[in-house]
């Protein structure tokens, strides 16, 4: 079932790629390129799927992630971390501020496909 | 030493002339030294003489026309160096037992009454405050010197400390740094090959991947490098729990076809049906089976097969292997090839990539699950990895726990086992063990009391306070930055390691069960 897809990366050519795979297996992508960004975009677009960085510049993942849960109108909204910084500390904080699927960077699109179809509200 | 010193300087602060003409007969007639005598009748002239020539004992009487000798001493202590002990010999007519008590309170080396001093009572008196003086100095010199020497140490410890915690951070940025366009250049190639971006020839597709197996060759690289380095400072988290062995393989497995496919190489799957449970860090042992293979296909002919299977080792073990049909190995290279930075020999480096660190994080990693890795191999004849774990079972896992402390070179000479409980039910442990897991040194374990509501810790290094500070500025840190829960540490025990091998390995166990009745 076609999703409407929030990325939340600082990085443009992750969101791109992100964004090609999307778009072809059928959904909508909405795009922020930070955190602040990615909060504004949830709230005014919200979304069913939220694609998640860990570390950006401005507020990190883990913050992102704990507002969009303490916001009612956005707590439900499946949150797929997606994080360079794979150790087990990070996976680990990423379930618990809480994330719904965690993939290490570089991720196999196909898990990225899966976690989105398969992410429900 | 003072006492062999043939001259020694001696103040007599007396008013009793009697008294003085003593002193300088029984000193003026000593065998073993030789003395100079520097005299005054009262206590303000004594203090100045004291000063001026810093004798090496002080004789001095109780009752002074301007002073008591208490007053004295107290003067003395006042306007010395604060080096302790001085160098006096306290001599009084009155010899009761107050005044005795008063004067040794004052800091007299020593206390004689006047009547009954003998000649050799009066010079080993002076003697035994010299001996006692000096070597009061030469102690306190030491704890000074220690006291340096420890506060340096110290120091460098603790600048170690921020060296090894920067180093941490350094490998975990250029790791984070390289990932990510290392995603990037991976992503757009396998986009374009996908045609995504238009059509594309079978040409260009061949080339771009060539692009994006060498670009997962880069952040393979990537991981091992950084396992590599956690592993040798040994701060690589542990997190042991119990898995299926499908539950291991799974994420791994659209990764390890796609690399195979590569090559042309067909993943066949061998798993025993109906398998225990492991008790394993499953991202670990992923990282494990996926370097075995990574091998296995590297070393492959094209069109080949490679082997994934699992299967029962025994009651306590299940076993999991790679097997191809590369060119084997030979005993040389058997012998190495878990070794650090070693790759195997002659006509297969041509074809190697990488740090030479897979295999021996392998190991490593396979240790840390409480497992051994094996390898048969016979040149020409392929070769087949395999590794086990313990299956999801505490005394086979336990078992495998002391072996594997048995192993190390210096095994440790106590435990401490920590029985941890919520202070409000969690309903789920799954929290706490988590957070014990992220706490705990990689050779650590961590289970949860079968229905006691709790989870034990076991942990073998030297201090039991070490352990404890530990779990607390862990604790600290989990609190600031989650504030959730709370824990209470139910039952400590702090046993021999020997012991606890000699009798049972569920001991640690049945101790906790124990301390929990009488808690």
Known sequence: MPKKVLIIDDDHAIIAALTVRLRVAGHEVIQASSGQAGLAQAQAGLPDVIILDIRMPDIDGYEVCRQLKADPRLAAIPVIFVSANATETTSQEAYETGGAVFIAKPYEPKDILNAVESAAA | ?519
């Open chain 2, 1 to 519: 030493m003072g006492v062999d010193n043939p001259s020694l300087k001696i103040l007599i602060v007396d008013d009793n002339p009697d008294d003085i003409q003593f002193y300088t007969r029984v000193l003026s007639h000593d065998p073993d030294a030789q003395y100079t005598l520097i005299e005054s009748e009262v206590g303000e002239d004594g203090l100045r003489l004291y000063h001026e020539h810093h004798p090496d004992c002080v004789l001095l009487g109780f009752n002074l026309p301007d002073m008591d000798g208490v007053e004295f001493m107290r003067r003395l202590a006042q306007e010395g160096d604060g080096s302790g002990c001085l160098p006096v010999v306290m001599l009084t007519g009155q010899g009761n037992e107050a005044v005795a008590v008063e004067a040794m309170k004052s800091g007299v080396c020593d206390y004689l009454v006047k009547g009954d001093i003998t000649p050799d009572a009066l010079r080993r008196a002076i003697r035994n405050v010299i001996e006692k003086v000096s070597l009061e100095r030469k102690n306190r010199q030491l704890t000074q010197e220690l006291q340096i020497a420890n506060d340096g140490l110290i120091r460098k410890n603790k600048k170690l400390e921020e060296l090894t915690e920067t180093a941490h951070r350094f490998v975990d940025n250029v790791a984070h740094d390289f990932r990510t366009p290392l995603t990037v250049i991976k992503e757009f190639s396998s986009i374009i090959s996908d045609g995504l971006g238009g059509p594309v020839t079978e040409e260009q597709a061949e080339y771009l991947l060539f692009i994006t197996t060498a670009t997962r060759d880069l952040a393979q690289m990537v991981d091992d490098f950084l396992d590599s380095s956690k592993l040798k400072a040994r701060v690589l988290r542990i997190d042991r729990k119990p898995h299926s062995v499908d539950g291991v393989i799974q994420p791994i497995r659209s990764m390890l076809t796609t690399r195979a496919s590569a090559k042309k190489i067909r993943v066949v799957e061998r798993i025993q049906p109906n398998l225990p449970q492991v008790f394993a860090d499953a991202e670990k042992v992923a990282r494990v089976i996926m370097n075995l293979a990574v091998n296995a296909v590297k070393f492959s002919p094209e069109s080949s097969e490679i082997q994934l299977w699992a299967k029962r080792r025994g009651s306590g073990c299940v076993e999991i292997g790679i097997t191809d049909h590369g060119p084997g190995l030979t005993e040389e290279d058997l012998a190495v090839i878990f070794e650090r930075f070693k790759q195997v020999g002659d006509i297969q480096r041509a074809s190697t990539k990488g740090f030479g660190l897979g295999l021996n994080i392998a190991k490593e990693l396979v240790w840390l699950n409480l497992g051994t890795v094996n390898v048969q191999s016979q040149r020409g004849h392929g070769s087949t990895f395999s590794f086990t774990l313990p299956v999801c079972d505490q005394p086979a896992i336990i078992n495998q726990y002391f072996e594997r402390l048995d192993e190390l070179s210096e095994p440790p000479t106590h435990m401490v086992v920590l029985q941890v409980t919520p202070t409000v039910p969690l309903g789920d442990l799954e929290p706490l063990r988590l957070f014990l897991a992220s706490a705990c040194y990689p050779m650590d374990l961590v289970l949860k009391v079968p229905h006691a509501g709790s989870i034990l810790a076991v942990g073998s290094t030297g201090e039991p306070q070490q352990w404890i500070k530990r779990l607390e500025s862990a604790w600290s840190a989990n609190k600031k930055k989650r504030g959730a829960y709370d824990l209470r540490i139910h039952n400590m025990a702090w046993l021999p390691y020997a012991e606890i091998k000699k009798t049972d390995l569920m001991l640690a166990l049945r101790h906790m069960t124990e301390l929990r009745s009488c808690a």
